[in-house]
T-cell receptor, first 113, second 112 residues
């Protein structure tokens, strides 16, 4: 079974803290990787893609280690508005010429004033 | 505005009734997907369609049916054969760059 495993959470951190989420995936043929953010009772929204060389978008930094099949997301200077569930998502070949996304169960972040 | 719309936002049905959930996109994406999300669970794939007039079963297709007669539309029918239909249903379409998917706002279905 191809799976994506995430930190169980929840993470409760004070404003301004740095928090890191980790994720491992089992399908070594996975092609692309993402972090999504999902607010309570809302749809998931793409936060950022994850590139092999690592990439940064403002306060968010994503890293990928293909050899270890490991993905991470670092949030610096946490804001109250960062409170959400963060989903680790992997795009892998599922046969018959199609690629599918496999979603982790998510890690809930609560940023406390 | 380009995006994906789902309707209705909330839907209530009696057991034994079929119900159809709407999903429309104006992003000109070929591929569309239906997922189900239950509390504390990850998203599970119900059906997907890579092109008009073609669709494939996902991991949990039993009790569901779809059609893809137009590129913009991918409705999902939850039939009375689905044992536990109460859930949050999400429709998505796939972008062209790295396979990322974009989601509609979802439909919360409650069957009693």
């Amino acid at each position: 079974r191809k799976e994506v495993e995430q930190d169980p959470g929840p993470f409760n951190v004070p404003e301004g803290a740095t928090v890191a989420f980790n994720c491992t995936y089992s399908n070594s043929a996975s092609q692309s990787f993402f972090w999504y953010r999902q607010d309570c009772r809302k749809e998931p929204k793409l936060l950022m893609s994850v590139y092999s060389s690592g990439n940064e978008d403002g306060r968010f930094t994503a890293q990928l280690n293909r050899a270890s099949q490991y993905i991470s997301l670092l949030i610096r200077d946490s804001k109250l508005s960062d409170s959400a569930t963060y989903l680790c998502v992997v795009n892998g070949y599922s046969g018959a010429g199609s690629y599918q996304l496999t979603f982790g169960k998510g890690t809930k972040l609560s940023v406390i004033p | 505005d380009g995006g994906i719309t789902q309707s209705p936002k909330y839907l209530f049905r009696k057991e034994g009734q079929n119900v159809t959930l709407s999903c429309e996109q104006n992003l000109n994406h070929d591929a569309m997907y239906w997922y189900r999300q239950d509390p504390g669970q990850g998203l599970r794939l119900i059906y997907y369609s890579q092109i008009v007039n073609d669709f494939q079963k996902g991991d949990i297709a039993e009790g569901y049916s779809v059609s893809r007669e137009k590129k913009e539309s991918f409705p999902l029918t939850v039939t009375s054969a689905q044992k536990n239909p109460t859930a949050f249903y999400l429709c998505a379409s796939r972008g062209d760059r790295r396979g990322e998917q974009y989601f509609g706002p979802g439909t919360r279905l409650t069957v009693t």
